[in-house]
Each structure stands twice: as structure tokens, then as C-alpha cells.
């Protein structure tokens, strides 16, 4: 049966309390000592003493003289009434299972803790999967939040476990420093108590600690080794670590998360810019002075000095309705302010380059790198078909000619690829009679179709291969250009052990010793195309620029439905670029036969100065790679596909970079989206983890026991208040103040600062053990 049970708070100094009608069993520190007077205890009315109850007496240093004894005070002391257990039959205490020396481990705490070291990888994998593909910011957003949830919980769990070590410390410190045997010096500070009972678990408070204890003179081992000899300070330490580890927690879990960034292009927000790629009215005059020079079959001039060839654009191409397209690549020089292309024709800028005309150049035209441009280009298609029936449709004159007759079928067949019909100038028989001698009229093929072929005339110069182009449409309808080529290979057999020609001459050729030789004779015929498209190049901070991909063939930009990408709703952003100097009607060939004029015999004349001229008809590798071989005596065959590779490659090299000159175009910028990779560093994020796991195991198993084998106290409330005595009240319930101590200054409805500056120097010490 259970019974109310007052305990009484006794504070006192007289000696008379400690005789041995007072169970030692139970410790407590001592209350507020004074100078001059001596309290002793005084029973509450009608309540024996319960052996168990704790006692506590202060002290202050006196003088050398014997103390005596004042007149007490009568006072009331403070009860607390409570229902509580048969005091008859005390709960049994219980035991570490495996060690002895330390506190019964916590069994629900650690179990706690071990549940979020186990469930702490796949939460965190849960923030790392969303915050992917993401920009850098609500990336490193969603990673924080994770990280600091679970570095959060698991530094609480930690510190909660550790918690108790710290209090082992601070209690072994009390009951260290009251043992000692001057009276003077035994004891705590209450100033300094009142750090540990604040902050149970700040690491500051353990530093405090550890000064503590060595400023104490008690905790050191010399004085209680006879009765704890345990090393306190390495458990403080090991606190210290737990405190440190779990602050850190979040912090080194966030760098154990790698968060990569991709530039991702994209195709929906873009921005006005201007670009140098179109040729303006200078551009055009510069070229006109210059048609004459490059036309000039004896001088065959080419505008590259062979020290800059290295600096021709690349190419590109790119497959379209079943066509390869190709393209020069942007330049450098065309995406910054005052920059140019090849096709300003400026004195020692006949390649691109990376100057500027204007040396103070503003860095707010130049477009940005790291971003998609589109904007409309000249590209080249190619097709060819090799000539039929050579032995009927090639004519060796004896006057140093070699007529080639292309038969209309093939013309009529290499437009229809493109989707053109012939055109009506190739519909009307040729009239040989003014084009050819009698003698080598009267000596051509019976085969020979007369009137369904178009002719081509090539000296017999020694040149392994020669090239004849009509332009069939010079850009005067604001589509395009377009030419017609006719090429012929004319090798000494000599040097083509693997060639395989479908016609071999009759006559032999001496060669360089005078010994008879024979040319093999092979021809096709090219149908070019110039046009406009609209490609996008991206434009690359460590690389020059290169081209993407075609959008669309066409000489105008517009909002499309990608094919690659889906239907998009593009949007642009920022203001329109409003400049007359810019560009922004459809790419326009009208009046820019001057400039295609040049730039395309510019390409054949490279491709003249390539062959050797010594008479000798020998192959060359510009000759080799028209067939599907290489080397120097790997010639095969004449293949049309590989001969419009070959010269799409090199006009697109040395033709269309002179189709972009000093004018500024129109164009669009979409800026890339900068997007994250995260992944875990699994090896160390798993170290981390087991060792937070090994760590709160350590912390909840071993806490050790205060010495004299004391009963486990903490900085809360109810153990100060069983420590200090006070679990009393009077008899109303209410806390009132002891009278003895009003002449301390203490008075009712103090603020806390005046308690701690009359309270904070007195000491506490235990009397009991």
C-alpha cells in the first residue's frame, strides 16, 4: 500500500549532523555555506526522519580560532508532498550485463541510433535521385536539406547518447573535489556547476570541464586514487569527439555527395545577336578587282599563301533527305565585334582570323560562348555519274585536245536527283561544225549520239586530271548558284598497276626514258549546289566554334517543330536586336556573282596547282582519293561518290568561306542550361556511417559508474533536486524562501542576475561517503 512521504531539505554546518544516526548510503551535495552563522536541522512538524534522506550542510572557511556555536534561527523548511512506492522494499539496482564499473547501457537509445545509421543511406539517396538534373542551385538546395536532416538526426542521436558520459564527468568532479580534506577548499563553485547543468551537451561546456578539472585540486589522481583511479579526462575527450563529430556531420556528409555540372544545349530560350556572316557592298568590290587574276588559266592564282593553308576552316556536312550537305565552319572571327570573314577579301586576310578590324573592340558584341547560334548559311550538295561508253564519247585530236562528251541522259539523270529539270540550253543539239575542226569531225565515233550530247574540251597538258566548270546560275535569283563540272583522269599505266580504266589509248606516250606507255582515260560530271540552310554551331569556350546539325533549308529563321526534339515553344528573351547595319531579311545570292566567281575558281586552281605539270599524266593524292584507294600506285577506279566527297570537301574549304564577309547577320543564341550529376561516394559515405554506428555503440555501452559506486545522476532537475534536498515544499505545496537566508540579501522575486552574483562564488560540496 502506498503512503504520502514528506522529504525535508536540511541545511546545516553543526557537526552534530553527521553522527552516525545519518545513513551514508545516499549522497548529496552540501547547500550555501555562511560566515558566521551555523544552521542546524530542524524536523518538519509530526515527520520522522527517513533513514534514506540526504543531508546536506555548508561551510565556509573560518579563522584559525575554534568556530562557535551561534543561536539558531528557527526556519521553515521546504516540502514537497507526493504519493510514492513502500520505501520497505527499494527497487534492485540494476547491472551492466557485461561490464562491470559502468552504467546499465541505453538500450533505446542505441537503438534509435542504429536504426538511422541503417535507414541513413537510402533517405539520402532520396534527395541525391531529385536534386538531379536540376540547375546548380536547387541542386545544392535539395543536397543541403538531405544532408542536414540526416547529419542532424544522427549528431541528436549521437549526443543524446553521449550525453551521459558528460554527466558521469561532472558528478565525478563534485564528489572528487568535496573529498578533500581542508574544508576551505573542498567543493564546486555553484558558478561553475551551474555551466555543466545549462549545457549538458555543448562541447564548450566539456572544455569547461576539463579546466575544472585541472584547476580542482581533488580530481587529481594523487588524491583519489585510493578510491577512483579511472582516467575522466579520456572520457571527456571521447565526449568532445562525439560533440565534434555530430556538429560536423551535415558538413562532411555534403562533401561526400559529388555534384558534377553539364552544359545541356537547349532549344526553347534564346536572345538576339548579330554574327559576321554575310558579305557587304565593299566586300563585293574588293572581289570584282579581283575576278580577272584568279580567271587567268596561266597564272592560276590562288588567294591562300601555302604557309596559311593550315588556316582554312574545316568543314562540315550533314545528311538530309538522303544529300550530304557541306559546310565551312564558323570562325572565330565572326562571333566577336569588328571580326570578319574570308570573304571581306582585305590585303593579308584572305583566311579567317581571329583579329578585329576595331582595336577597341566593346566585349558586349561579342557572343557569348557556352550557347547554340542559328542563323542561315551557304552549303554545298554534290552529285555525280560517271561519263558512259568513253570509247565512243572520247576524242583525241592531233592537235593536243581531248574532247569529252557527256550524253544528255546523264545530265538529264544528275538534276532529276536533285529535283531540277534540265535545263532547256542542254535540250538543244551542239553544232560541232563550230566547235571542232573538219578533220576531227570527219574522225569521231559512228557511236557517238551527236545530238543528245554536251562537250567539253581539255588540253592535253600532261595533267593527270583536269577540270572544267559553267556556272549555271551566278546567284541572280537570290537562291543560290549553281555549276556544272566535267572532270577527266588521264593516268600513265606505268603508275596505276591496279587501275582499271574504261578505255586505254592506242597511241603510246613515250615516258621519261623514251620507253612507249599508254594513258588510262576516265570521266564523271558534277551538278553543285549552293544554297542557303539554316544550321546552328555551338559556340565552345575551349574549342572553336563547330555546327550542330541542320534545321531546316531555308534562307529565313522561324519558330519550328524540332524533329529531334519534339514541338517547342520557343521564346525569346531580352530585347530585340534593333540595328540597321544588321541583317535580318533571308540570305540572299543577288549580287554576289563577283564574289562566288572568285571564291570558286579559287578552289580549281588549287586543284591545278596540285597535278603535275611535266607532261607525264602522273597520279597525285588529290587523283588517289577519288578512288576508294591510297598510295602512291593504289589508283583503281574512277567512283562518283568519292570524287563528290572529295571536291564538296575542298570547295567547301576554299569556296563557301569567301561566301561570308564583313556584314553582320541576324542570329539566334540559346544559351545552355547548366544541369547536375549527383551521385554518393558510396565507399566513403558508408565509412561514415559504420563509424557513427561504432561510435554511439561505444557511447550507449560504456558510460562509466560515478565513484564509490554512487547511483547514475544527470544535470536535470529531479537529480539536482535529490542532490540539493530539494524535494520539499510546505505544506500548502507552495515554495517558499528559508528564512535564514534574508540576510544574505536573497528575497522573494530577485532576478536571476542577483542570484548569480550572490550565489555564484559559494560551494557545493558532498558530505556523504
Same mark, same amino acid.
Given at each position: ?19 552516525? =544516526? ?68 527499494? &527497487? ?16 533505446? &537509445? ?39 536532416? +540526416? ?39 555553484? &558558478? ?38 579511472? &582516467? ?8 568532445? +569527439? ?37 558579305? #557587304? ?7 570584282? $578587282? ?23 576552316? /574545316? ?22 565585334? %569588328? ?30 560562348? %557556352? ?9 554545298? !550538295? ?16 592531233? #592537235? ?44 569521231? =565515233? ?15 597538258? /600532261? ?26 583522269? !588521264? ?97 540572299? =545570292? ?12 579559287? #578552289? ?8 603535275? !605539270? ?10 588517289? =582519293? ?26 567547301? $574549304? ?16 540559346? #544559351? ?22 561504432? +561510435? ?74
Amino acid at each position: 500500500m502506498e503512503e504520502d512521504v514528506n522529504v525535508p531539505l536540511l541545511l546545516s554546518d553543526d557537526p552534530r549532523v553527521h553522527d552516525s =544516526s545519518f545513513d551514508n548510503s545516499v549522497l548529496a551535495p552540501t547547500a550555501l555555506s555562511r560566515k558566521s552563522e551555523h544552521y542546524a536541522p530542524r524536523p518538519a512538524k509530526n515527520l520522522p526522519l527517513p533513514p534514506t534522506t540526504s543531508r546536506v550542510a555548508a561551510q565556509r572557511p573560518s579563522s584559525a580560532t575554534a568556530i562557535a556555536h551561534q543561536p539558531r534561527k528557527s526556519f521553515k523548511p521546504l516540502l514537497l508532498t507526493r504519493a510514492g512506492t513502500n520505501s520497505r522494499f527499494p &527497487k534492485s539496482r540494476a547491472e551492466h550485463p557485461f561490464a562491470k564499473g559502468f552504467e546499465v547501457p541505453q538500450w533505446r &537509445k542505441l537503438a534509435v541510433h542504429l536504426s538511422l545509421c541503417a535507414f541513413g543511406y537510402p533517405f539520402l539517396l532520396l534527395f541525391v535521385y531529385a536534386s538531379r538534373q536540376r540547375s546548380f542551385f536547387w541542386s545544392r538546395t535539395m543536397v543541403g536539406v538531405g544532408c542536414g536532416l +540526416l547529419g542532424g538526426l544522427l549528431g541528436w542521436s549521437l549526443m543524446r547518447i553521449a550525453e551521459r558520459i558528460l554527466e558521469a564527468s561532472v558528478w565525478a568532479t563534485i564528489i572528487h573535489q568535496s573529498r578533500l580534506p581542508d574544508s576551505r577548499t573542498s567543493g564546486v563553485r555553484l &558558478k561553475d556547476l551551474a555551466i555543466h547543468s545549462n549545457s549538458s551537451m555543448s562541447s564548450i561546456a566539456a572544455l569547461r570541464l576539463l579546466w575544472d578539472r585541472y584547476s580542482y585540486p581533488g580530481t587529481e589522481r594523487a588524491y583519489r586514487s585510493f578510491y577512483d583511479s579511472r &582516467k575522466w579526462s579520456f572520457w571527456i575527450f571521447f565526449f568532445i +569527439l562525439n560533440a565534434v563529430i555530430g556538429a560536423t556531420l551535415p558538413f562532411v556528409m555534403a562533401r561526400l555527395i559529388d555534384i558534377g555540372i553539364v552544359s545541356v544545349l537547349q532549344h526553347e530560350i534564346y536572345s538576339e545577336v548579330a554574327v559576321n556572316a554575310d558579305i #557587304s557592298s565593299a566586300d563585293i568590290q574588293r572581289a570584282q $578587282s579581283l575576278v580577272n587574276v584568279v580567271q587567268d588559266p596561266e597564272l592560276a592564282w590562288t588567294l591562300q599563301p601555302l604557309s596559311l593553308r593550315n588556316e582554312i576552316p /574545316g568543314t562540315a556536312y550533314f545528311i538530309w533527305n538522303n544529300d550530304i550537305v557541306y559546310f565551312a565552319e564558323v570562325t572565330k572571327s565572326q562571333l566577336v565585334g %569588328g571580326g570578319f570573314g574570308s570573304g571581306s577579301f582585305e590585303t593579308n586576310t584572305t583566311v579567317p582570323s581571329s583579329k578585329t578590324n576595331d582595336a577597341t573592340e566593346s566585349l558586349t558584341t561579342t557572343v557569348r560562348p %557556352g550557347s547554340i547560334l542559328r542563323f542561315p548559311r551557304w552549303g554545298l !550538295r554534290t552529285k555525280c555519274a560517271n561519263i558512259p561508253d568513253l570509247s565512243n564519247n572520247i576524242f583525241v585530236s592531233t #592537235s593536243n585536245l581531248t574532247y569529252l562528251f557527256t550524253p544528255r541522259d546523264t545530265l538529264r539523270n544528275i538534276f532529276t536527283g536533285f529535283g531540277m529539270d534540265l535545263p532547256a540550253d542542254f535540250e538543244v543539239p551542239i553544232n560541232l561544225t563550230g566547235l571542232m575542226d573538219a578533220s576531227d569531225i570527219s574522225r569521231l =565515233s559512228d557511236g557517238l549520239k551527236q545530238q543528245e550530247i554536251a562537250m567539253k574540251v581539255f588540253l592535253d597538258d /600532261g595533267a593527270g586530271y583536269s577540270l572544267r566548270s559553267t556556272p549555271l546560275n551566278l546567284g541572280d535569283l537570290g537562291n543560290g548558284f549553281i555549276s556544272l563540272e566535267t572532270a577527266l583522269i !588521264r593516268l600513265n599505266t606505268t603508275f596505276t598497276p591496279h587501275g582499271f580504266f574504261p578505255i586505254i589509248s592506242s597511241i603510246p606516250v613515250p615516258d621519261a626514258h623514251g620507253f612507249e606507255t599508254f594513258l588510262g582515260y576516265d570521266a564523271t560530271v558534277c551538278l553543285q549546289l549552293y544554297e542557303p540552310w539554316i544550321v546552328e554551331v555551338y559556340n565552345c569556350t575551349v574549342a572553336p566554334p563547330i555546327s550542330l546539325r541542320i534545321v531546316d533549308k531555308a534562307a529565313v529563321m522561324a519558330d519550328m517543330a524540332d524533329s529531334e526534339v519534339g514541338a517547342l515553344q520557343e521564346t525569346r528573351v531580352g530585347s530585340p536586336l534593333i540595328d540597321k547595319s544588321v541583317k535580318t531579311a533571308a540570305l540572299n =545570292s543577288t549580287g554576289l556573282a563577283p564574289v562566288w566567281m572568285v571564291a570558286h575558281q579559287n #578552289s580549281v586552281n588549287f586543284y591545278v596547282k596540285d597535278n603535275v !605539270r611535266s607532261g607525264r599524266y602522273l597520279p597525285t593524292p588529290t587523283i588517289v =582519293s577519288f578512288t576508294s584507294s591510297s598510295g602512291p600506285l593504289a589508283y583503281a577506279s574512277l567512283l562518283p561518290s568519292s570524287y563528290a566527297h572529295a571536291r564538296s570537301i575542298a570547295d567547301a $574549304s576554299m569556296v563557301l568561306p569567301y561566301l561570308v564577309g564583313s556584314a553582320p547577320r541576324l542570329a539566334r543564341r540559346y #544559351s545552355d542550361s547548366l544541369l547536375t550529376t549527383t551521385s554518393v561516394h558510396t565507399l566513403g559515405m558508408a565509412c561514415l556511417l559504420v563509424g557513427i554506428c561504432l +561510435l554511439g555503440v561505444v557511447s550507449a555501452l560504456w558510460v562509466p559508474r560515478l565513484p564509490l559506486d554512487i547511483p547514475r545522476r544527470d544535470t536535470g532537475v529531479f537529480s539536482w533536486f535529490a542532490a540539493f534536498g530539494f524535494l520539499a515544499g510546505s505544506e500548502q505545496g507552495e515554495l517558499t524562501l528559508i528564512d535564514d537566508f534574508a540576510e544574505r540579501g536573497l528575497r522573494k522575486g530577485m532576478d536571476l542576475e542577483d542570484l548569480e552574483v550572490i550565489l555564484g562564488e559559494e560551494r557545493v560540496r558532498w558530505t556523504s561517503g
